[in-house]
């Protein structure tokens, strides 16, 4: 699967458990939905992906992508310390300058 360089480096940090690696995926005023809790900025989301790794200790393995416009749907298999792991999520992307300006997490 040939990903785009922002969302393979995504993955990479988010099976690395590096949560200022993954932060700097993001846009400095970038949006994070998941849980049903919003993460604004950098910031934000580099404190929510430390927390959500320590906890779900979760690894993301890509299994479907597409792409239109500036606008990316990634299906990962997602397997971690949760009920019913492993699980297929969808992250929808938007990305403007190479980086990720928004993400939403869902089921």
Request: a negative charge.
């Amino acid at each position: 699967m040939n990903l785009p360089k922002v969302v393979a480096d995504l993955v990479e940090t988010q099976n690395s458990f590096d949560s200022v690696a993954y932060a700097n995926c993001f846009s400095e005023t970038a949006i994070v939905f998941d849980e049903g809790k919003t993460h604004n900025g950098r910031k934000e989301i580099e404190c929510w992906i430390a927390n959500s790794n320590e906890r779900y200790k979760a690894t993301i393995k890509p299994v479907g992508f597409e792409e239109k416009e500036n606008k990316i749907l990634l299906i990962a298999e997602t397997s971690g310390n949760f009920p019913g792991s492993p699980i297929l999520l969808t992250y929808h992307m938007e990305i403007a300058d190479e980086l990720i300006q928004s993400l939403k997490i869902a089921g």
